[in-house]
């Protein structure tokens, strides 16, 4: 056997192990997934037995347990699922193309843009449905297009894309709670799904257009995939690998606050998710192979124990938001003095 | 084997509103290195940028076989043309081997698997600038010197025919310095591969450049192998610098002793 065959030998075998390690982690999310939806299912406020679960999930009408779990539990976990592979996947998209964690769409406004653009829409336009969720593409859209004019000077700078992002986005936050202020009666619930997000009050039929989405929007970030893994390595870097850099920043911002954005006209800005998923999958991943997949994973986990953890082991109920808001704070300020010491990326 | 062709025509190109050179022409001496000289701000990294795509032209056009770079797809444009920009970014906790297997991005395509081609490439590439015990790293741990080799470790997976590197020496000691330019020049011996760089330090550049190239302001002002380039009055013109060339007793190229205010024998510049 020549040298070469030996080494290329030893880089393939290296490579396997590391993509099993991903794929290990990926089978595992799954399956936490999995059983968090599983357990949100049977334990509630009380509890179900696992068969009769299965009964109402496969239609059989059982008195008592259709209503807690096929108009509560079951849209309540199903949105927040959705709402959560959303999130961490727009997040880790975002973080990942401009290589920096802060850049997250939760902290660079880009999420407050589309609730803005829905509360605006329920408040002033008496708007529902389709055409809330639609504004809501185009208030992130907008945010984002907005963020990138406004940081762009001789290509568009990281960290003054992520101050700027940060301005519009406390700029937004007080634009949503006036319009609060101004809607005839809000109860405290719904003022809060459009501060921190919420998924009470889920309906089953509200996962239609984030399931859509997630087909549309996510398909078209994970078809950038690669080039978002080239990008990681720099622009330019990226550019002499043959990646159009110009047309994959576009496709994967259309992408990432399209999948966002949806997400948000229907659970409000789920605190911090976003922002959140793509560290945490790097941690468990490594480097071979792309974040985008495993992050989606991790936000879903997120939502859906965060949702839990609020409703039933606090003390008072909260909101998905406060929790992981809760959870989120002291990374973020753990992060700014990390990253303002060693200038690293994700 | 015939070689890739690289031909700078007429080209124009800037930041802002400002041309930091125009009319610009240049060919690349195939198979040969080919060093870029000058001052800071004379535009050497930009014309390395606008011949490796990474800067639009205002005017002109790089040339590569008779092919208008700008047109072609830049995939296929990546299989032939590498290139090391000055600062590239290690993602956090990758290992040696998965960067340099980033190299061969421009050879598979969204749904192509890893093929053992490519495992091969990544291992011809570790071997080649001696980096195959690091392979399973992490880059996060590699000293400066060890990490340069590593990103032309990559740029040699790529499998290019011609590579562009931006100051690739920068921020080496001089050990590791000579160590690089001894790899690179290794690769244009074996694989002869067309090497076009930027050099701050002339005098490496004289010993280890077939062909020099010299801007002041955004002109070409000399070109040539280093004999030819490396004068007293190309210093003078180039960096407003007065010197005085002897011949490097080790390689028999110029090398070029800069003559400051101070500590200079006051006969040695009569």
Same mark, same amino acid.
């Given at each position: 056997?020549?040298a070469l065959?030996?080494t290329a030998?030893h880089v393939a075998?290296g490579r396997?192990?590391?993509?099993? *390690?991903?794929?290990?982690?990926?089978?595992?999310?799954?399956?936490?997934?999995?059983?968090?939806?599983?357990?949100?299912?049977?334990?509630?406020?009380?509890?179900?037995?696992?068969?009769?679960?299965?009964?109402?999930?496969?239609?059989?009408?059982?008195?008592?347990?259709?209503?807690?779990?096929?108009?509560?539990?079951?849209?309540?976990?199903?949105?927040?699922?959705?709402?959560?592979?959303?999130?961490?996947?727009?997040?880790?998209?975002?973080?990942?193309?401009?290589?920096?964690?802060?850049?997250?769409?939760?902290?660079?406004?880009?999420?407050?843009?589309?609730?803005?653009?829905?509360?605006?829409?329920?408040?002033?336009?008496?708007?529902?449905?389709?055409?809330?969720?639609?504004?809501?593409?185009?208030?992130?859209?907008?945010?984002?297009?907005?963020?990138?004019?406004?940081?762009?000077?001789?290509?568009?700078?990281? /960290?003054?894309?992520?101050?700027?992002?940060?301005?519009?986005?406390?700029? !937004?936050?007080?634009?949503?709670?006036?319009?609060?202020?101004?809607?005839?009666?809000?109860?405290?619930?719904?003022?809060?799904?459009?501060?921190?997000?919420?998924?009470?009050?889920?309906?089953?039929?509200?996962?239609?257009?984030?399931?859509?989405?997630?087909?549309?929007?996510?398909? !078209?970030?994970?078809?950038?995939?690669?080039?978002?893994?080239a990008?990681?390595l720099?622009?330019?870097m990226?550019?002499g690998l043959?990646?159009?850099?110009?047309?994959?920043?576009?496709?994967?911002?259309?992408?990432?606050?399209?999948?966002?954005?949806?997400?948000?006209?229907? *659970?409000?800005?789920?605190?911090?998710?976003?922002?959140?998923?793509?560290?945490?999958?790097?941690?468990?991943?490594?480097s071979?192979?792309? !974040?985008?997949?495993?992050?989606?994973?991790?936000?879903?986990?997120?939502?859906?124990?965060?949702?839990?953890?609020?409703?039933?082991?606090?003390?008072?109920?909260?909101?998905?938001?406060?929790?992981?808001?809760?959870?989120?704070?002291?990374?973020?300020?753990?992060?700014?003095?990390?990253?303002?010491?060693?200038?690293?990326? !994700? | 084997?015939?070689?890739?062709?690289?031909?700078?025509?007429?080209?124009?190109?800037?930041?802002?509103?400002?041309?930091?050179?125009?009319?610009?022409?240049?060919?690349?001496?195939?198979?040969?290195? *080919?060093?870029?000289?000058?001052?800071?701000?004379?535009?050497?990294?930009?014309?390395?940028?606008?011949?490796?795509?990474?800067?639009?032209?205002?005017?002109?056009?790089?040339?590569?076989?008779?092919?208008?770079?700008?047109?072609?797809?830049?995939?296929?444009?990546?299989?032939?043309?590498g290139l090391l920009p000055?600062?590239p970014i290690a993602p956090?906790?990758i290992t040696v081997s998965d960067l340099v297997g980033r190299g061969r991005h421009p050879h598979?395509?969204?749904?192509?698997?890893? /093929?053992?081609q490519d495992d091969e490439a990544v291992a011809a590439a570790l071997q080649a600038t001696n980096t195959t015990d690091l392979a399973e790293r992490p880059v996060d741990e590699l000293s400066g010197g060890q990490r340069q080799r590593i990103w032309i470790a990559m740029a040699l997976a790529q499998q290019t025919?011609?590579l562009l590197l931006?100051?690739p020496t /920068?921020?080496l000691?001089?050990?590791h310095?000579?160590e690089v330019l001894d790899l690179l020049v290794d690769l244009n011996?074996t694989r002869?591969t067309?090497i076009?760089m930027?050099?701050?330090?002339?005098?490496?550049?004289?010993?280890?450049?077939?062909?020099?190239?010299?801007?002041?302001?955004?002109?070409?002002?000399?070109?040539?192998?280093?004999?030819?380039?490396?004068?007293?009055?190309?210093?003078?013109?180039?960096?407003?610098?007065?010197?005085?060339?002897?011949?490097?007793?080790?390689?028999?190229?110029?090398?070029?002793?800069?003559?400051?205010?101070?500590?200079?024998?006051?006969?040695?510049?009569?």
């Amino acid at each position: 056997m020549t040298a070469l065959a030996f080494t290329a030998d030893h880089v393939a075998h290296g490579r396997r192990q590391r993509r099993n *390690t991903c794929r290990r982690v990926i089978g595992c999310a799954v399956v936490a997934l999995a059983a968090a939806f599983a357990l949100t299912l049977t334990l509630g406020q009380s509890f179900t037995p696992p068969q009769v679960v299965l009964d109402v999930l496969l239609g059989k009408d059982v008195p008592g347990a259709s209503f807690t779990i096929g108009q509560l539990r079951l849209p309540r976990a199903v949105l927040a699922i959705l709402a959560g592979l959303s999130f961490g996947l727009s997040g880790a998209a975002f973080q990942i193309m401009l290589r920096n964690p802060l850049a997250s769409p939760d902290i660079i406004g880009i999420s407050f843009g589309a609730s803005a653009a829905a509360v605006f829409a329920i408040v002033f336009l008496s708007a529902s449905g389709a055409v809330v969720s639609l504004l809501a593409v185009t208030g992130g859209l907008a945010v984002a297009v907005a963020i990138y004019g406004l940081s762009s000077r001789n290509g568009v700078a990281g /960290t003054r894309f992520i101050l700027v992002g940060i301005g519009v986005a406390a700029m !937004l936050e007080s634009f949503i709670s006036y319009t609060l202020s101004q809607a005839p009666s809000w109860n405290l619930q719904e003022a809060m799904r459009w501060l921190t997000g919420s998924v009470n009050g889920a309906q089953l039929q509200q996962a239609l257009p984030l399931s859509a989405a997630l087909v549309g929007f996510g398909g !078209l970030l994970l078809s950038q995939a690669r080039n978002l893994e080239a990008l990681r390595l720099g622009d330019d870097m990226a550019a002499g690998l043959g990646v159009n850099v110009a047309r994959t920043r576009l496709l994967v911002i259309m992408g990432a606050v399209g999948v966002l954005a949806v997400a948000t006209a229907v *659970t409000g800005p789920i605190a911090f998710v976003a922002f959140l998923s793509g560290p945490i999958a790097a941690r468990l991943v490594g480097s071979e192979g792309s !974040l985008l997949m495993p992050s989606a994973l991790v936000g879903a986990i997120l939502v859906l124990g965060g949702d839990y953890v609020g409703q039933f082991l606090l003390p008072t109920r909260y909101p998905v938001g406060v929790v992981t808001g809760a959870l989120g704070a002291p990374y973020l300020i753990y992060l700014i003095v990390r990253v303002n010491r060693t200038g690293r990326s !994700l | 084997m015939t070689h890739h062709r690289l031909f700078v025509q007429d080209l124009a190109a800037g930041y802002g509103d400002r041309n930091v050179f125009a009319g610009l022409d240049l060919d690349v001496l195939p198979a040969k290195i *080919t060093a870029i000289v000058g001052a800071n701000a004379c535009g050497k990294s930009t014309l390395l940028r606008a011949m490796s795509r990474l800067l639009p032209p205002r005017q002109g056009q790089v040339l590569l076989d008779g092919k208008s770079i700008h047109t072609m797809p830049p995939r296929k444009l990546a299989q032939t043309l590498g290139l090391l920009p000055q600062s590239p970014i290690a993602p956090e906790g990758i290992t040696v081997s998965d960067l340099v297997g980033r190299g061969r991005h421009p050879h598979q395509g969204v749904f192509s698997r890893w /093929t053992r081609q490519d495992d091969e490439a990544v291992a011809a590439a570790l071997q080649a600038t001696n980096t195959t015990d690091l392979a399973e790293r992490p880059v996060d741990e590699l000293s400066g010197g060890q990490r340069q080799r590593i990103w032309i470790a990559m740029a040699l997976a790529q499998q290019t025919d011609i590579l562009l590197l931006d100051e690739p020496t /920068t921020f080496l000691d001089i050990a590791h310095q000579v160590e690089v330019l001894d790899l690179l020049v290794d690769l244009n011996q074996t694989r002869g591969t067309t090497i076009i760089m930027v050099l701050h330090d002339l005098n490496l550049a004289a010993r280890y450049a077939d062909h020099l190239v010299a801007m002041a302001d955004g002109r070409l002002h000399a070109r040539g192998t280093p004999g030819d380039v490396l004068t007293v009055e190309t210093v003078r013109d180039v960096f407003g610098l007065e010197s005085s060339i002897v011949a490097d007793p080790l390689s028999g190229r110029p090398l070029m002793l800069p003559i400051g205010r101070h500590r200079i024998k006051r006969e040695e510049v009569a």
